[in-house]
């Protein structure tokens, strides 16, 4: 099978756009750091410890089994795992062997998974093995158009991830780093996911600016709650080990208290998540009495990230800094914390310092005055090279070459940025991106909603919630609500929590509904509410 993604990179590199330098690729790197010390461990889940020379053994096998299947270099390897060690192993086989990784949230089910696979052309997905509540593989079989290759992890069926670890190990095909490497999926505003593309050159330049900026080697152990299907624990679990020689904890489920005890077990030394992860670390290592001595930085991202909790965690965690971040899948980690804690304590109330260029523009695309407010504009190296569908692009950068962020901020100091306000309709919920039309139009087809309007409102645990101001006819209620979206195939993630039955929905004069005004009203009913 011929590249299928093969037509769009090469519209991407006539356009310009890579800007990362040219280094080894992570298969590259793999090989070498492999043979220079195959016992160093790579990372630890669920009791076991894997090594470099484990690692790559397995990915050679992983790799010669696909490719005795078929796969060819350029096609696109998918998987829906929790932080499981294995989603190691898949990504460095993919690197060795000039496979694109599509990782994907388990909360994803068939309405995500039904736009996300045929796009990347997927030939192979790995999936967790059946629960009571879910079967992630009749899920996939029963979409029109499943991959042709279906692997299932710790379970026992035939055919699954450790019978292709049986396979004999192949030669690796490496890639040039130019080549994509990731392709991962964001909520957009228009409610249809946006595949994001990035080269092994661009992660590669995000790790290491942002290692530089926190100083991280190989005496750093990172602890990685956050999902691998998202960017950030993408990135925490999958490169930073190789390029920076730390050691990643994964752990597959949140729980603060077994944070606490896994960050002093382990001797971590880094974490990062959004405001709940911050909120429920400091209240878990209040209870247990521990101040978390050896974990010197965290970094806190997402949606409402209050200075106060920035400030709690400096003064809880004495020898951590502990600092608000910003990015995007699209530009991962721009703006990654700040380096001190004189710092952080100094800049608690800003989302972190610069590590790409920045441009504040007006209404026009026009830079503001210094000081002023502007929607964010973000060129650097880290940048990916563009969406997956061409027609995302539209929009999306300036004729210079700088992405648009979508949010409202000002810069202090020409360098800290504060985010103030959010020019696209998109909720952020415990970090994760949710469009409000993916919803709206999911709810649109049940037969008694006559109009409906989603809009996030602050909430401390979770950064925001989603509010769903509803016109309807009698009957109509919560549970209605979440019956009809589960028979949509909506992941629960995007559920709203919450349900305003209206009269009418606020409208201006050309017949727009007034969004701000719904998030007004869904702030203040929260606040009256907590």
Known sequence: MTDPLGPRLADLAAGGRHRAPERPGLGDLALALAAEDPDRVVVSQGGRDVTRGQM????????????ARGLQPGASVAFQLPNWWEATVINLACALFGWRIVPLLPIYRAA????ILPACAVQAIFLPPATPGRDYRATVEGLDSPPPHIFTLRGDAPGGFDDLLRHAPAEPALPPCTDAKLIIFTSGSTGRPKGVLHTHASLDAVVRQTADTWDTGEGDVLYVPSPVGHIGGSIYAFEFPWITGCRTILDDQWDPARAVRAIDDHGATFMAGATPFLAGLLAAAEAAGSALPGLRRFVCGGASVPPELVRRGLAAFPNAVVSRAYGSSEVPLAFPGIQTRAGAEAHADTDGEAAVEVRLLDSVGAEVQPGAEGEIALRGPQMFIGYLDPADDIGSFTEDGFFVMGDLGRLTEGRYITITGRTKDIIIRKGENIAPL????????????????????????????????????PGFDMVAMRDHLEDAGLARQKFPERLELVEALPMNAVGKVQKPELRRIAARLVRQDA
Do not use: C, K
Not at 56 to 67: F, Q, S, V, Y
Not at 447 to 462: F, K, M, T, W
């Open 56 to 67: 790559l053994d397995m990915a050679l096998r992983l790799g010669g089994a696909l490719i």
């Open 438 to 473: 993916e919803i709206e139009n999911a709810l649109l087809t049940h037969p008694d909603v006559l109009a409906v309007s989603i809009v996030g409102a602050p909430d401390a645990e979770r950064g925001e919630i989603a509010v769903a101001f509803v016109v309807a006819r």
């Open 112 to 115: 995500e998974l039904r736009a």
